[in-house]
């Protein structure tokens, strides 16, 4: 059988090299895959006060 892993986010089936364990605190050990991580790490960006 093959099984490819599912993204925890939008639940696509991607590469194995695709995906990353998403560490606590911004989540609790799910797989995301590489666009997943774009788009949360731009709504991350977006919530941070500009300091500049
Ligand atoms: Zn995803």
Do not use: S, T, Y
């Not at 590469?15 to 998403?22: D, H, K, N, R, S």
């Amino acid at each position: 059988m093959h099984e490819h892993p599912r993204c925890d986010h939008c639940e696509e089936e991607c590469a194995p090299e695709e995906l990353v364990i998403l560490a606590q605190p911004a989540g609790h050990g799910e797989l995301i895959c590489g666009r997943c991580i774009e788009i949360m790490f731009r709504r991350e960006i977006a919530k941070l006060p500009r300091e500049n």
